[in-house]
Structure formats: structure tokens, C-alpha cells
């Protein structure tokens, strides 16, 4: 991409503050497939960064880079101005990185309180034993915050909605990420009402403090929220831009293909107008076009 | 923004009424153990009414003791199983553990303590090397465990014929620490008319450890996770594959405690024996309420599928019909658990 606006200048009317969490040329490799090459990210407290790419553009492998799933293998990550590399999604955790993953990372036979609390059970007395009262309660007020009232808390995960799951899911790691949120498609499966609940709870957070990364492939609602926008494109930074550089339209677009976009639709006008000549023409030839 | 400004009771939740609290008894219904609680009933009224020896409180001891052998085993295997995996190898893997004990001490004269921390120490590599090996491969449990399950059998008839020229292992009741062990492993209470064999106590300690581990710890949470869906569990930071070779390694423990029991009771260790065991655990579990699949089930439920078989092994003798029926009735049992268990979880949970 020559259009991509690469690093992001301060903006001049308020001092940027110093990055939460800062990727450097950071790539990762399986084998000789390169996944991700030279993304280069800087997330800020209190801000919502939007990371935008189509299906196999290496949201996923960033994801997991910066969750604790994968290692990297080029360039450098720093949280807090101190270099990290997380062995495992725990490690990640502690360090004050939550993630709600795609497919939620919710057990479908558990409970809504036991899934809330996965991995970081509250114990209580000598024998460490899990002090479910106050679990259910906390469960109980975060999920109201977030907007649903799940009146039996002992109800498996799987009798619940899509969209209960994803607040369950939201909720939890907001309880639990102390500096960073990592969002991953959170609004993808969701309704037009319940992406809205989503996108509150994204500025709560981002309110709270919290520097929040915001992974999604729509645009509309990526602008919605976001303060900071990266596009990926085949595992490679195309467009690394702040919010007062950009227009929804802009950014739409170059979601979209920008520049090829461009040249896209100016040759399906072009076919357009030779419809009224030979129609079966113009289908062999898309159909070529497509391949 | 539009969204900045909201109002904190834009958040205040609407509840969803569409959802209705579900009244007690289908919260009730839904637990695991609820089927066989309720076969254990039919099973104990139906002895009652055509077994005459079954009334005599007297054998309450020898109905018991056969329920806590299966018990012991019964329970690890429960754990496993919610914690998603099986083990085909537990029924050999008792026999390896007593053969292993006596065959050392007695190979080597040592005192049969050695003998027993030994074995102990092999059959909890065994249950390590199962989990180790499963989660380095990938493989099902079931193919792994299948493996474990022959060559033990295999090694268990091999080493026996090779050290004593025998298909069991030589009496070692002449031994140094024998009656201390016997104490321990083999030894029983009288209470009244009933005498209860230690390991009624073994049975009933294990179920309330692991039961409490299951609900009331973090551990047991991580269980129930890793046996629902071990991606999740794992993104969320539950170490996944400690867990699994740890629940192996429970029912290593639980397979060296029946084994000594093995031992120090009649002395000797029968090399072939053990064999089709295994599924009797399983089956105890399943009637208890655990799902094949991982993620479900409990540990008191498999103890009550354990109390069937004691209940059902004598009743069937006490009733004078063919002990051969026995194995026809293992099956029945397991298809209506199964089939009752299925409705029953259909019925009350994903409504």
C-alpha cells in the first residue's frame, strides 16, 4: 500500500501519553510462512486501538502474540516500558492482559460463576477452599453492569444466548484485566442492539483506564469508538493512522482495498457499461477476474 | 460520540424475562448423581423383596466391602473422566501394583514396606507415563490407555512366570513388616453384627476428599474445564496439561491402594488378574452421572454406581440365581443409566 500513512504523528492539541504496551517490528513465523512481519503498535491507557483486517490478514497471530498464546519470533514487545514475552496465556493474564477471545473461552457444561471466575477462583480459609458466595455475587453485580441478569447464576454456559455469553465473556475480562483489554470480534455475531451494549462497555473501559484493543472487521463500528487505527493486510501494518487523520469513509475504504478498491470499481463500471453489448462476455470474464 | 454520554441506568439491566428461574425440583433433577441414586434405590427394594439373606444386617459388611473395592477405583476414574479422558488400564494396573510390592520384597528379602513405597512410586509413573504420552501424542485416551492396558497384562504374566516359575506371586506373609502392612491395607473392624473390611473406610474417605476437591476447589474447577473444553480452559490460564497428568496420577494412587489391598489380603497376587475390571470402573462412573465426552459428572454419583455392583454382585448370589447373569445385568444397567442420565440432562439443564 504507497497510500498507508505509516506512524502516527502526536496530535498536536494534547501530549500523548506514554505507551501501555508497545509492539516493535514484531513478527512471527511458522516455518517459512511468515504470519506476521514488522507490525509495529503502540497501545495507550484510556484509549480504544482498533485493529482492522480481512479474514487471514493476521488479526488472530497478533492476538495471540500479545495474549500469550503464541511467542514471536522478530522484533520486540514492551509492557510498561519493560521488555516482555509471555510463555503462556497465564503469564499474560498476571501481567494485566485480559483477552475475550473469538470463541469466548467459555465451558459450555460449566456455570455462568464458575466460567466467570475460570482460572482466578477466589479461596477462602485454610483449606483454600473456592468461596462461592462472593463469586456469585461478584458474578452477579459485573453482569448487571454489563446489562443482563442472569436470575440463576448455576445455569450452564450453553443454555445461554450468543449475546449473554459475550457479555459474560466481556465482563469477566474487564473484571480481571488490570492494563489491557484485548476484544477479539466482539460485535461479529452479535445483533445491532446487543453491538451496542458492546461498544459502551468498549468506552467503559477505555473510561476506566484500561488501554483497549479492539479487533474487528467493521469499520463502522471500529469508528464508533476507536482513537487509534491499524489496518492489517496479508501480516503487514497497511494503514496505522489516529482518529483526527482519518474519516469513516477513509477508513472504510481502505478496509476495504483502498487504492485496488479504486481500481476495482472503475473496471466493473467499465464492464457495466459494456453489459448492453455481450452479457456472457462480461460473466466469463468476472468469473476470471475472481480466480 | 454519542455513546460517552450515557447514563449509568441505560446500563441498569432490563432483566430478560424470557428467561424464568428454574424452579427447585428440576434444579434438583439436574444434578448427576440423580440417576443413580434412584437405581440404587430400585436395586437395594428389589433385594429386599427376593433375597432373604439380603435383609440380615450382617452382610450389610460383605455387601459394603465388595462396593468399596470398586469404589476405590470407581472414584479416580470419575475424576478422569470429567476431566475428559479415560483409562482403559486401571483393572491390570491394580494387579501390576501388587504384583510389584511382593515380588520385590520378596525377590530381594527386604522388608515388604520397600516393597510397598515401590510400588507406589511405579504405579504413580504409570498413571504419569498415560498422561504424559496422551498429551504429547494427541492420541485419544482410549488408544493409549488400550496400549498401557496389554502390555501390562503382558509384563504383569511375563515377570511374574520369570521370577517365581508361577502365574502368581509367592506368599510373602512370613515376611519382615507384613502384619504392619496387613494393619494398614488388609486389616478390619467389628462393629456389632457387621464387620467392616478397611477398606469401606479407604472408600468413603477417598469420595469425600474428591468430592470436595470437585466442587469446592480450585482444582476441581480446573477439572470440570479442562474436561469441557480444554482451548478454553487453556486461554483462560487453567495449566491444562499438569491437571490431565495429575488425574492420571490420582488414579495411579488409588490403583496402588487396591493392589496392596490385593496383597495383604489373601497374601499372594494372581498374575492374570484385573482383567475387564477396568470397565467396571467406568461403568460405575457413567451410571454416576459422568459424560464420555469430559466436562460432566460426579464423584459421589460414581461411589452410589459403585454401591450397585456391591449391591447387585451379592443380591444376585443371596437371591440363589446364576452369578452368570451378573455380566447381562453390568450392561443393562449401563444402557438404562445412560439413556436415563441423557433425559434426564436434556430435561432439566438446556431448558
Known amino acids: 500500500m504507497t497510500t498507508a500513512i505509516i506512524g502516527s504523528k502526536p496530535a498536536t492539541d494534547h501530549p500523548e501519553p ?7 517490528n514484531v513478527g512471527k513465523s511458522y516455518g517459512n510462512v511468515h504470519a506476521l512481519r514488522g507490525v509495529t503498535l503502540n497501545v495507550r491507557q484510556g484509549e480504544v486501538t482498533c485493529v482492522l483486517g480481512d479474514n487471514g490478514a493476521g488479526k488472530s497471530t497478533l492476538i495471540g ?5 503464541h511467542d514471536y519470533t522478530e522484533g520486540a514487545m514492551q509492557l510498561d516500558g519493560q521488555p516482555c514475552r509471555f510463555a503462556s496465556p497465564r503469564v499474560a493474564q498476571s501481567s494485566g492482559i485480559a483477552t475475550v477471545y473469538q470463541n469466548l473461552a467459555l465451558v459450555p457444561l460449566m456455570s455462568v460463576w464458575r466460567n466467570f471466575f475460570l482460572g482466578n477462583e477466589i479461596r477462602k480459609g485454610l483449606l483454600r477452599t473456592l468461596d462461592i458466595k462472593r463469586m456469585k455475587r461478584i458474578c452477579d453485580e459485573e453482569l448487571r453492569r454489563m ?9 450452564p454456559v450453553a443454555s445461554l444466548s450468543g449475546g ?18 484485548i476484544l477479539d470480534e466482539p460485535t461479529a455475531a452479535l445483533g445491532v442492539k446487543q453491538s451496542g451494549v458492546v461498544l459502551r462497555y468498549i468506552l467503559r473501559a477505555r473510561d476506566a483506564g484500561l488501554g483497549v484493543i479492539f479487533i474487528t472487521h467493521n469499520p463502522q463500528h471500529a469508528y464508533l469508538v476507536g482513537d487509534h487505527f491499524v489496518i492489517l493486510k496479508l501480516g503487514q501494518v497497511a494503514l496505522d493512522a489516529r482518529r483526527a487523520e482519518l474519516t469513516l469513509a477513509r477508513l472504510t475504504t481502505e478496509m ?9 470499481s472503475a473496471e466493473l463500471r467499465g464492464e457495466t457499461g459494456q453489459r448492453d453489448g455481450s452479457d456472457t462476455r462480461t460473466g466469463a470474464r468476472s468469473e476470471q477476474e475472481e480466480g | 460520540m454519542t455513546a460517552t454520554a450515557m447514563e449509568p441506568n441505560r446500563l441498569a439491566a432490563a432483566r430478560d424475562d424470557r428467561v424464568a428461574t428454574r424452579p427447585l425440583p428440576a434444579r434438583l433433577i439436574s444434578r448427576p448423581e440423580v440417576g443413580s441414586l434412584v437405581g440404587a434405590i430400585v436395586i437395594f427394594l428389589l433385594f429386599m423383596a427376593v433375597a432373604e439373606p439380603f435383609r440380615n444386617v450382617a452382610n450389610v459388611g460383605t455387601i459394603l466391602y465388595g462396593a468399596s473395592t470398586i469404589g476405590i477405583m470407581a472414584v479416580p476414574v470419575a475424576l478422569l473422566m470429567v476431566g475428559g479422558e479415560f483409562d482403559l488400564s486401571t483393572g491390570v494396573a491394580v494387579t501390576t501394583s501388587g504384583l510389584a510390592a511382593s515380588l520385590f520384597a520378596w525377590n530381594f528379602g527386604l522388608n515388604v514396606w520397600v516393597g510397598v ?3 507406589l512410586a511405579l504405579s504413580l509413573a504409570i498413571g504419569a507415563f498415560n498422561g504424559w504420552l496422551l498429551l504429547k501424542t494427541g492420541l485419544p485416551s482410549f488408544l493409549v490407555t488400550l496400549g498401557t492396558f496389554f502390555i501390562l497384562q503382558g509384563v504383569n504374566l511375563g515377570v511374574t512366570r520369570m ?3 508361577n502365574v502368581a506371586s509367592s506368599t510373602i506373609s512370613d515376611m519382615d513388616g507384613f502384619d504392619s502392612a496387613k494393619e494398614i491395607f488388609g486389616s478390619e473392624v467389628t462393629l456389632g453384627p457387621v464387620n467392616l473390611k478397611v477398606t469401606v473406610l479407604y472408600w468413603v474417605i477417598l469420595t469425600s476428599i474428591a468430592a470436595y476437591l470437585l466442587l469446592r476447589t480450585q482444582l476441581g474447577n480446573w477439572i470440570f474445564a479442562v474436561g469441557g473444553d480444554a482451548d478454553a480452559a487453556r486461554a483462560v490460564g487453567v495449566p491444562v496439561r499438569a491437571t490431565k497428568i495429575g488425574l492420571f496420577m490420582a488414579v495411579g494412587f488409588c490403583a496402588w491402594l487396591s493392589g496392596m489391598h490385593l496383597l495383604f489380603q489373601f497374601n499372594t497376587v494372581q498374575s492374570g488378574e484385573g482383567v475387564g475390571k477396568e470397565f467396571i470402573f467406568i461403568i460405575a462412573a457413567v451410571i454416576g452421572g459422568c459424560l464420555l465426552t469430559g466436562g460432566y459428572g460426579s464423584v ?8 450397585i455392583f456391591g449391591m447387585t454382585q451379592l443380591g444376585i448370589n443371596y437371591a440363589g440365581w446364576n452369578p452368570d447373569w451378573f455380566r447381562a445385568f453390568l450392561g443393562l444397567m449401563l444402557l438404562l443409566a445412560t439413556i436415563v442420565n441423557l433425559y434426564v440432562k436434556r430435561k432439566a439443564d438446556l431448558r
Open chain 2, 300 to 307: 459421589v454419583g460414581a461411589s452410589i454406581g459403585a454401591l
Open chain 2, 163 to 165: 521370577l517365581t516359575g
Open chain 1, 65 to 69: 502474540i500479545i495474549s500469550g498464546l
Open chain 1, 147 to 155: 446489562g443482563i441478569v442472569i436470575p440463576d447464576l448455576d445455569r
Open chain 2, 117 to 119: 513405597l515401590l510400588a
Open chain 1, 18 to 24: 506514554p505507551p501501555l504496551l508497545q509492539l516493535d
Open chain 1, 256 to 264: 476495504a482495498g483502498g487504492q485496488e478498491l479504486e481500481e476495482l
Open chain 1, 164 to 181: 449473554q455469553r459475550q457479555c459474560i465473556a466481556i465482563a469477566r475480562a474487564i473484571h480481571f484485566g488490570a492494563k489491557v483489554i
